[in-house]
């Protein structure tokens, strides 16, 4: 793929393939699932020495709370994460309404201790974590831009292959669509000030850098990011289980564009989800076919992100409901599905 030969690898790859090669060859000795669940935004720098860069929306709570319930259900998981997003078990004390300060006290004896209305709650995810821990069977890989993703994605897809069909593809981060080519990025920090526009040099490649100022003016030429998600179908990750998500804010089109992403990449399903209602509902849309809606009912959706609070529970004493924990075990029994019918292309929805 010509992106890999014209972008740089980053620096912090090699570090992290070995720690997945260790990771994955114990796995697969133990013939148990992996996971490799993306999560986060990813950034697009506009120089090589950072100042400025294009965010992508996303504090990944889908993948963080995904892969506590692929935990759950025995799976192993690479939790290839932007850096300082949410994280497993982490996710339940870092959001923005409470400060993880909130759940500690003084003791009597002047020492720090969780404070007793949350003790239950903060041990039961303890002592999911310290499962985990023991088990070894979360890794966390960071990343920060869309370069980065990519390089992890490729080389880790790649080296599960060993696992074949007991490995499985959640993508879950929001990966930008454009990107500033390494050979048309500036070096320093583009410069605001018109006295100075002078001194900023070109890109690499003999064209205006990708971001430069003309006059008083930004301007900003990005290219599109490399549709990657067809190579991992047919050639890093041929014999694994592929799922995308697809986030639209046209109700109208969701169904619709669900079913022209899978027909496009020739992946196992695509979960449909709408900004304003993506907590509560989500469209599968399957391989086989096959459509189905999973929702939360009003009176148990989650009003936080850890759903594990007191105030997190619905109406009438009925627990919350954190619509992963509907998603997981649906994709676990396509994905035993998968492995058993040996076709990986066909698989009928649970009804």
């Keep these: 793929m010509e992106y890999f ?3 740089p690898r980053p620096a912090s790859l090699d570090s992290h393939i070995a720690l997945a090669r260790a990771f994955i060859d114990q796995h697969a000795e133990q013939n148990r699932r992996v996971a490799l669940v993306t999560s986060g935004g990813t950034t697009v720098p506009l120089e090589n020495q950072t100042v400025r860069f294009i965010d992508n929306f996303s504090a990944g709570t889908r993948g963080a709370t995904s892969a506590e319930y692929f935990l759950e259900s025995g799976y192993a998981v690479i939790f290839l994460h932007r850096q300082f997003s949410l994280l497993p078990y982490a996710r339940h004390y870092s959001h923005s309404t409470n400060c993880f300060l909130d759940y500690m006290a003084f003791s009597s004896s002047g020492g720090v201790v969780i404070d007793t209305e949350y003790q239950h709650q903060m041990g039961d995810v303890l002592a999911k974590y310290k499962k985990a821990k ?3 069977t979360l890794l966390l890989l960071p990343f920060t831009t869309v370069n980065e993703y990519l390089w992890h994605l490729r080389d880790l897809a790649m080296l599960m292959q060993p696992l074949g069909p007991n490995s499985l593809f959640y993508l879950a981060a929001a990966v930008s669509d454009f990107f500033v080519p390494a050979d048309r990025m500036v070096e320093h920090k583009i410069q605001s000030s018109e006295e100075f526009h002078s001194q900023q040099p070109n890109g690499n490649s ?23 998600l067809k190579l991992l179908v047919d050639k890093w990750a041929p014999h694994s289980m592929i799922i995308s998500f697809k986030l639209e804010t046209d109700p109208s089109m969701l169904a619709e564009k669900s079913r022209y992403a899978l027909k496009k990449y020739s992946h196992h399903l695509v979960i449909g989800n709408l900004l304003n209602t993506r907590k509560w509902e989500v469209l599968f849309v399957s391989a086989g076919g096959g459509e189905k809606w999973l929702r939360v009912p009003a009176n148990r959706r989650t009003k936080s992100v850890s759903g594990s609070r007191p105030e997190d529970a619905g109406k009438d004493s009925e627990p919350a409901v954190e619509i992963e924990s509907w998603i997981v075990p649906e994709i ?12 990986p292309r066909e698989l009928a929805l649970f009804r």
């Design 206 to 228: 003999g064209e205006p850098p990708a971001a430069h100022m003309e006059g008083k003016r930004l301007i900003i030429d990005l290219d599109p990011v490399p549709k990657f």
């Design 332 to 343: 676990e029994k396509l994905h035993t599905q998968m492995i058993e019918n040996g076709d």
């Design 5 to 7: 030969e014209n972008n």
């Design 134 to 136: 023991h088990d070894n």
